[in-house]
């Protein structure tokens, strides 16, 4: 949390607010950083992590990313899902070889957005 706080994800020490303002700003993080990790949670619940996050390989082990992060990236993930969508569904009727993988994808998709 505390990494996410700082440089990780809401860059608080790049603020350089007032002492009012950093009051606000660290009361309004709190929610943030509490609602995405609650969302993040539910989609690893699910067992939907693994279409957001990749694992990471450090030292020969797999790390796992935080609920946090699956959190955030969920959340920008249904985002860009919006965005593209009609691109992503004229490439599937050009391609339709591709059609399991990309229905595989949405049935994801239904289940993460459920968590928001």
């Known amino acids: 949390m505390f990494k996410?706080?700082?440089t990780g994800g809401y860059n608080l020490e790049g603020s350089?607010?007032?002492?009012e303002r950093l009051t606000s700003l660290v009361?309004?993080?709190?929610?943030?950083?509490?609602?995405a990790t609650l969302k993040g949670k539910l989609i690893?619940?699910?067992g939907q992590s693994s279409y957001i996050n990749r694992f990471r390989k450090i030292k020969q082990k797999l790390t796992y990313n935080s609920h946090f992060w699956i959190g955030m990236y969920g959340t920008s993930w249904?985002?860009?899902?919006?965005?593209?969508?009609?691109?992503v569904e004229e490439l599937m009727?050009?391609?339709?070889?591709k059609l399991p993988f990309y229905l595989r994808g949405q049935r994801a998709?239904?289940?993460?957005?459920q968590a928001f």
């Open 4 to 6: 996410d706080c700082k």
């Open 16 to 19: 350089k607010a007032s002492i």
């Open 27 to 35: 009361l309004l993080i709190a929610i943030a950083y509490t609602n």
């Open 44 to 46: 690893r619940i699910k």
């Open 78 to 87: 249904i985002i860009s899902h919006e965005e593209v969508r009609e691109w």
């Open 93 to 97: 009727r050009l391609n339709l070889n």
């Open 109 to 113: 998709m239904s289940i993460i957005q």
